[in-house]
């Protein structure tokens, strides 16, 4: 949060209320104009309707068994995904050959739209978990690829110098200044890679799964079941926004030398 | 007195020059202008424990000596032999103070001391040890385990020679070190480098554009000039050791300082 100057006179803009009560506002409204305009629920529920949905949900524990699938589909695909990008980001990052030698069809294989990969690949590794993993994967590793590139050209050339007038090797130089250099640059990867599981997770459930919250998803669509469908939107968000504050505080623990890190996590 | 003199009155001393360089070239070769031709024919013999300053205006190749003793750029032809060694890249007898303090922002002050030692794999309990009395040397004792932003940038500065002593290296580089720091400071790093010179009994060689600086830390200066960057005298400086801030005052000090500005004044470079 930005300081105030002294003698800053605090005004209704100060307040921690207003974003909750925008919140408010717009749950009522919502609420207020699906009666009004009587609404069918089966197009738009109202909010009161999701929130008993997703009060049964949660307290039947309809939801454990597909929140746990996916969660376990979108962690277990960001972490190998993020292994691989890192991984062939450094290799890529070090050595300007394998830049051109791989690169492009790294890019090339980012271009093609991963929705449309994910029948194949669900074929391919079959209606359980795995697929999913594998899709989640494909979709999380660029962004910590193409972080990890940069990241590991952005080490200051005085650090570098620095350190090879001490006599030190190509390894020592990227273990001492290359890569916590990266650093910064690979937790924004891995910001972005784990919002975009979630979607590879959900995507893959969409093509073809017997559990998880796409599953779920699918199946109250086809029944019609709209306060359903966004009571698990709403359990999806807070799986984003959650594995999204475990990466920050991660980041933090690492990164509170850099100044780029308060910059990037403003908005919290 | 000329360049050819000083290499003879080296050689007949009898003491064996730590550092023997001859006929040294650096050109960079640009691919618009054509050659920029940076060192010529640069010839320098510094004797083991002496305090050699390096003066001249920007362009003049006075960083690029340096770093090509450094080791970490190479030079186009001639001859750099340190300890009798032919030089062929980074080594372990030199400590190198740069004009950044360029300290790693993730390592505390200790931590950032050490990394040359860390580097060369050098025992780790002597190593703390030495950097404990380095930083005490320096005035900074008590913040070995505070991060660089925490520290002003004449600490900083001070850290960074700390890192370059550490190794206990014989032969200290010092690239326009104190040039980032307000005048006060800068006398007093001035006074504070010449107690660490004697107490390590190192040999330096400090590049500076301050003409005072250069007369007032040197046992010689080595004047040069741009383009193509050359020696263009060697001055000794007979002032009596150890330096004192009054000597800024003296009229053997303003002597030097007006015989090396005269090489200046007629190009109207450098102040």
Known sequence: MRRKPPGYVRTWKDSPLISPLLFVSLIAIWEIAIHVFEVPSIIVPPPSAVAVSLWEGIVTGVFLPHTAATLWEVVAGFISGSIVGIVLGIMIGLSPFLERVLYPYVVAFQAMPKVAIAPIIVIWFGYGIESKIVITAMISFFPVLANTIVGLRAAPQDQVEMLRSATASDWQIFRMVRLPNALPYIFVGLDVAIIVSVIGAIVGEFVGSRVGLGYLIMQRNFNFDMAGVFAILIILAAIGVGLHSLVVIVQRRFLFWSETQSALNSGN | ?271
Request: with cysteine; glycine share 8%; hydrophobic share 40%.
């Open chain 2, 1 to 271: 007195m000329s360049m050819e003199d000083k290499t003879l009155s080296a050689a007949a001393s009898g003491a064996q020059p730590l550092v023997r360089i001859s006929h040294l070239e650096k050109i960079y070769p640009t691919h618009d202008q054509g050659d920029v031709h940076a060192l010529s024919d640069i010839n320098l013999d510094i004797e083991p424990g002496s305090f050699l300053t390096v003066v001249g205006p920007s362009g003049c190749g006075k960083s690029t000596l340096l770093k090509i003793l450094a080791g970490i750029l190479a030079h186009t032809s001639g001859e750099v032999e340190i300890a009798g060694k032919r030089l062929d890249g980074p080594s372990r007898e030199l400590g190198v103070v740069f004009q950044a303090p360029v300290l790693l922002p993730w390592r505390t002050v200790l931590q950032n001391v050490l990394a040359p030692s860390e580097v060369q794999k050098l025992d780790k309990t002597k190593m703390r040890e030495r950097a404990m009395e380095l930083l005490d040397l320096v005035g900074l004792k008590g913040f070995e385990h505070k991060y660089p932003r925490e520290l002003s940038g004449g600490m900083q500065q001070r850290v960074g020679i700390c890192r370059a002593l550490v190794h206990e290296p014989s032969f200290l580089l010092m690239d326009e070190p104190f040039g980032a720091l307000d005048a006060m400071t800068r006398e007093t790093m001035n006074l504070e480098l010449l107690r660490i010179w004697r107490e390590q009994k190192a040999t330096v060689l400090l590049v500076t554009h301050s003409i005072p600086e250069a007369v007032f830390l040197g046992d010689r200066v080595v004047v040069m000039s741009p383009r193509p960057g050359r020696i263009a005298d060697i001055i000794d400086i007979d002032l009596p050791r150890p330096r004192t801030l009054d000597m800024f005052n003296t009229e053997a000090f303003g002597r030097y300082t007006r015989a090396i500005r005269h090489y200046f004044s007629s190009t109207g470079e450098l102040d």
